[in-house]
């Protein structure tokens, strides 16, 4: 059995308090291994730490230099490919296939792509006329914000965790992770990839640990932290936000989601079928980009549903090794209470409940684990809490609509603004409909397809910022301007 310790400046560390608590298998409640607990000390031990090494060797590594050893990061996961592929399925229990060929190739990605931005990255200057006529010079140089708290989710730890870790370390910074108390592995591991490669001691430290009164919230609230990178529920952010505010710390925020996805009658159908499936679905409904709304053109919409119906009810339980397994459980037992009491609230407003709504019938140890059936639901109001509410689970409601104005108000009608999937063969109204849902991220026949380079973040209560490509630097430097008299 596995403990997980800190990894501050350099070393793996036990708690002071010696505190550890348990993690267990998303699949069967087996225990798999403790972790320690951190708090007030360890958050204080990793800040002072990453402080020195902003000041001292990572600090004064020149650029070529920095850039270089971020692409050995990336080799380093590349190397242990297998061991981040064993730790992320043992801690989420999800598909070999999604977290063999989405998540942890994004994880050495996310190293290489940003150490390439920040060396190709050009600068503004100005040349100004001043009264005496020897005119002046202004350039504008990028310096590290400084000690980055990045505060990241279970749902694709590695990931979503380096896709802020990558960015905040190629523009110098230096970084204290306090990583989900659901997925502490794969953080603890990139520890040993760092030492492995020769980061400076400080520089990426990890402090586990829970978050409100604890090691999360002491890392928001640290005077020494310069800015904090948080990826997780809207309401979370929220009390983030709070806490930043006392030292005006800047925030950058990728929060929940009630994606719509809108498939009009002149699509590809099958196409529709599998990506609004995926969509929905994948990682058993825990993405954030994830569509839990659907919204299907008349014509279509009965045979729509019967083909999601039909693709749910093929999918096949299992272990993320089993042979042609390719459905996961819930992250826990708690977010499955979470899911399941949201799937008797649909029935209590009155659902059709077309597929599942219910826990399957395993058998073994499997039927301990945190699994729920893939669900779908039609004939609710758009007031229902299924409707309206993020539940980040393998489940969608599905409505029909009748025009391309009616579907632009119903997408729109929701507090939160992350994603969108079209599903049209129509250009014209792809790009019309591109322009109209108020959303951060817009796929058109297509889910997922991320380049790196582009822009991403939520609109309205779905995010604060963009992160990705350039749009990355304009959180994790400071911009300041230099003018020079002639
Ligand atoms: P969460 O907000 O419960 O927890 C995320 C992290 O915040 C964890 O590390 C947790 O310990 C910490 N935390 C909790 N309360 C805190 C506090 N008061 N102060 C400081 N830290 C605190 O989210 P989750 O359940 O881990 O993840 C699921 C959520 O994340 C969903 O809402 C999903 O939509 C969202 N998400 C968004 C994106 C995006 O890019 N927009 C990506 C993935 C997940």
Redesign the pocket.
Known sequence: MQTFQHFINGQFVASASGKLFDKRSPLDNTRLGQVAEGGQAEVNAAVAAAQAALHGPWGRMPTDQRVAMLHAVADGITRRFDDFVAAEEADTGQPHHVIAHAFVPRGAANFKIFADIVKNVPAESFVMDTPDGAGALNYAIRRPKGVIGV?????APLL?MTWKVGPALACGNTVVV????ETPASATLLGEVMNAVGVPPGVYNVVHG???DAA??QL?RHDDVDAIT?????R?GT??MK?AADGIRDVSF????KNAGIVFADCDFDAAVEGIFRSAFMNTGQV?LGTERVYVERPLFERFVAALKRRCEAVKYGRPGDAGSNYGPLISQEHRRKVLSYYAKAVAEGANVVTGGGVPDLPGLLAEGAWVQPTIWTGLPETAAVVRE?I?GPCCHIRPFDSEDEVVVLANANRYG?STTIWTENLKRAHRMAAAVAVGITWVNSWFLRDLRTPFG?SKQ??IGREGGVHSLEFYTDLRNVCIKL
């Open positions: 505060i990241s989710p279970w749902n979503l306090k990583p989900s108390e829970f978050g409100p999360g919230e928001t948080f990826t997780g529920e809207t979370t009390a983030i806490a990728e929060l929940g989601g954030c993020e980040f992350l939520g779905s995010g």
